[in-house]
Nanobody
Framework: QVQLVESGGGLVQPGGSLRLSCAAS???????MEWYRQAPGKQRELVAS???????YYRDSAKGRFTISRNSTKTTVYLQMNSLKSEDTAVYYC???????????????WGQGTQVTVSS
């Protein structure tokens, strides 16, 4: 059974930093790891992603401020967020794309979300 546990969210002042973590269990092979966010009344959007080979993608608003990384075993993915703005306020979700064992189909697995609030 796959389980993704996110942590690191909270309340921070504009200009501050937070580091989100997403610990995965039950994943045999992780092909990609992604962070999404969803603000109230808005659609969920991709913030950043990292592939198994280390290639990264950032949405324009995150470039230069956010950094996605993972540990060597690909069991934990991080999102370092600096220079936070009020518009970064959202629930942040991690997503793993991968398999649970040899020969199993590639699927998407989501975490439960962690709230990030940027406010003075």
């Amino acid at each position: 059974q796959v389980q993704l546990v996110e942590s690191g969210g909270g309340l921070v002042q504009p200009g501050g930093s937070l580091r989100l973590s997403c610990a995965a269990s039950g994943i045999f092979r992780a092909d990609a790891m992604e962070w999404y966010r969803q603000a109230p009344g808005k659609q969920r959007e991709l913030v950043a992603s990292i592939t198994a080979l280390g290639g990264t993608y950032y949405r324009d608003s995150a470039k230069g401020r956010f950094t996605i990384s993972r540990n060597s075993t690909k069991t934990t993915v991080y999102l370092q967020m600096n220079s936070l703005k009020s518009e970064d306020t959202a629930v942040y979700y991690c997503k793993y794309i991968g398999t649970t064992n040899w020969g199993r189909p590639v699927r998407e697995y989501w975490g439960q979300g962690t709230q990030v609030t940027v406010s003075s």
